[in-house]
């Protein structure tokens, strides 16, 4: 089975700049969820995917927004970067329900300058 | 008040040490995550526990649903074992801040 993986792994963005991060799903998960992590805090929950629907958000203003696709991978899209949007983006698959674990990706670190 | 709470926050030990890593959380969750993040961000999820004990190689997780508390073991530490590690509550993922750790030679 195939990990969970996120492209690109670096970018560089100017601030007002749209971004779009990608994340294919671990094979047979239908959950995608994206985690912010600034530098040196713990990851905050952005959103969660399933069924190609937003199915749960966190404190982020609607500038962050996202996609699922068909075959379970997902985008995140951030418009009008500002500064404080320099972090590591993670995502992490699962299939719904309490018992399944999660499969993280190795992240996207996106530097807004 | 985070909802997760991990101590301590850092943590330097010498090589051989047993390691232990807490994690207490307020809200009611039905499992735990724990996971690793080295340098360069990579998350490595270690153990998802809902329940008593587990162990893979020298760490071992126990959680007590009723009390609100994990922890993570570290038996015979190595300096690989040098990374950030997170306790993670089922559910919308409620993230610890992270202990990290730093084993010396």
């Known amino acids: 089975e195939t990990g969970v993986t996120q492209s690109p792994t670096h970018l560089i963005k100017t601030r007002g700049q749209q971004v779009t991060l990608r994340c294919s799903s671990q094979?047979?998960?239908?959950?995608v969820s994206w985690y912010q992590q600034a530098l040196g805090q713990g990851p905050q929950f952005i959103f969660q995917?399933?069924?190609?629907?937003?199915?749960g958000r966190g404190n982020f203003p609607p500038r962050f927004s996202g996609l699922q696709f068909p075959n379970y991978s997902s985008e995140l899209n951030v418009n009008a970067l500002e500064l404080d949007d320099s972090a590591l983006y993670l995502c992490?698959?699962?299939?719904?329900?309490?018992?399944?674990?999660?499969?993280f990706g190795s992240g996207t670190r996106l530097t807004v300058v | 008040k985070n909802e997760v709470e991990q101590s301590p926050q850092n943590l330097t030990a010498q090589e051989e040490e047993f390691i232990t890593i807490n994690c207490s959380y307020s809200?009611?969750?039905?499992?735990l995550h724990w996971l690793q993040q080295h340098p360069g961000g990579g998350i490595v999820s270690l153990f998802m526990?809902?329940?008593g004990k587990k162990k893979h190689g020298r760490l071992i997780a126990t959680i007590n649903i009723q009390e609100k508390h994990s922890s993570l073991h570290i038996t015979a530490s190595h300096p690989r074992d040098s990374a950030v590690y997170i306790c993670?509550?089922?559910?919308?993922?409620?993230f610890g801040k992270g202990t990290k750790l730093s084993v010396k030679p």
């Open positions: 995917y399933y069924r190609e629907e937003e199915n």
């Open positions: 526990l809902s329940s």
């Open positions: 993670v509550g089922q559910g919308n993922l409620i």
């Open positions: 094979s047979g998960h239908n959950t």
């Open positions: 809200v009611g969750i039905s499992a």
């Open positions: 992490a698959s699962s299939l719904q329900g309490i018992n399944y674990g999660y499969t």
